[in-house]
């Protein structure tokens, strides 16, 4: 079975503070992706990165980074010298090898920054 | 465009009425999506088209009714609901559905029907 746990329900951080979100996921696939999308009080579920199951190399965008890690099945997400405007829901998710396509979503972690 | 837009962005309806949902998307996308999520909740999967054709029904109650008219609209039909219905209805889009193994197509994602049921 695949699932995906966002332990943290909810992070309160001042601005500027650095911030990282964990994601742990249980998959028996050997390929799959795992996701992040960043959903503001809007309502939009904003794509912010894709990783492929072999392409362990952590990414760095801007702000953001992210780190995956195998052997502990973690993909977590770091905000860097957080804003006001990353208040958001932020949600990790992982699609199999079959059914590429349907995403598997974790609860959510709410990060509120404060100015 | 690279945009999925929905209509209305607010509804609210009675368990009597009948009301419906629109999506579309001017992408050439091939397979489209709804899903629901509640409050505090992370989007559940209902439904999967691709090419016009439902591929995917996730046991979702039969007082909503999905419509897939032609590759850039998809409809939700309510009739019935119930006020435990009541949820953000989020739409998607993606290039086609079911790809071979290996490889992914993205979704995009628009900004959602927040469906109240009175």
């Known amino acids: 079975a695949q699932k995906v746990t966002q332990a943290q329900t909810e992070i309160s951080v001042v601005e500027k503070e650095d911030v990282t979100l964990d994601c742990v996921y249980e998959?028996?696939?050997?390929?799959?992706?795992l996701f992040w999308y960043k959903q503001p009080p809007s309502g939009e579920l904003v794509f912010l990165i894709r990783?492929?199951?072999?392409?362990?190399q952590n990414e760095i965008s801007g702000r953001y980074s992210w780190n995956f890690q195998k052997s502990t099945s973690s993909f977590n997400f770091t905000i860097t010298a957080s804003q006001v405007v990353d208040s958001a829901v932020y949600f990790c998710?992982?699609?199999?090898?079959?059914?590429?396509?349907?995403?598997?979503f974790g609860t959510g972690t709410r990060l509120q920054v404060f100015p | 465009d690279t945009e999925v837009t929905q209509t209305p962005k607010h509804l609210v309806m009675g368990m009597t009425n009948k009301k419906s949902l629109k999506c579309e998307q001017h992408m050439g996308h091939r397979a489209m999506y709804w899903y629901k999520q509640k409050a505090k909740k992370p989007p559940e999967l209902m439904f999967v088209y691709s090419y016009e054709k439902l591929s995917i029904n996730e046991s979702v109650p039969s007082r909503f009714s999905p419509e897939c008219p032609n590759s850039s609209l998809l409809n939700l039909h309510l009739h019935a609901l119930q006020p435990e219905d009541s949820a953000l209805y989020l739409c998607a889009s993606s290039q086609e559905f079911g790809s071979a193994q290996g490889s992914y197509n993205e979704q995009f994602f628009g900004p959602g029907t927040r469906l109240t049921v009175l």
């Open positions: 990783r492929n199951s072999f392409d362990e």
């Open positions: 998710a992982l699609s199999g090898s079959y059914n590429t396509d349907k995403l598997i």
């Open positions: 998959t028996r696939d050997t390929t799959y992706y």
